[in-house]
């Protein structure tokens, strides 16, 4: 339910896309979205190949923290430097904030 009345107000146009979160107990995901066009344009999860092994051995708040530099370099390299944060109903702090940090560290604007 929350993440249906956030979804109402945040909406990712092309000059301004969307940077979605999906946290679940084991992995992280993000993943930035146009809208308009109905396309993702760059997504970054635990699951992919060049990121498990540095994932490995590390804790939660350290997982985020490299996913999020991670959607950060790859939004650098597609164009992409202010994004819409859409946290999808959860809280900010733990996990998303560290997330949130380290993109901005990576250069995203939100």
Known sequence: ??????????KGIPERPRM???????????QIIDDVAGR???SACTLQEPLK??????????IAAIIGGRIAELAKE???TKVVFD???YRYSGRLSAMADAAR???LEF
């Open 105 to 107: 560290k990576g250069g």
């Open 40 to 42: 993702t344009i760059v």
């Open 1 to 10: 339910m929350r993440h249906k009345r956030s979804r109402r107000k945040i």
């Open 53 to 62: 092994a540095e994932v490995a051995g590390k804790n939660k708040k350290q």
């Open 78 to 80: 597609a164009g992409v």
């Open 20 to 30: 979605c979160v999906f946290i679940s107990n084991r992995h992280v995901y993000s």
């Open 87 to 89: 946290k999808s109903g």
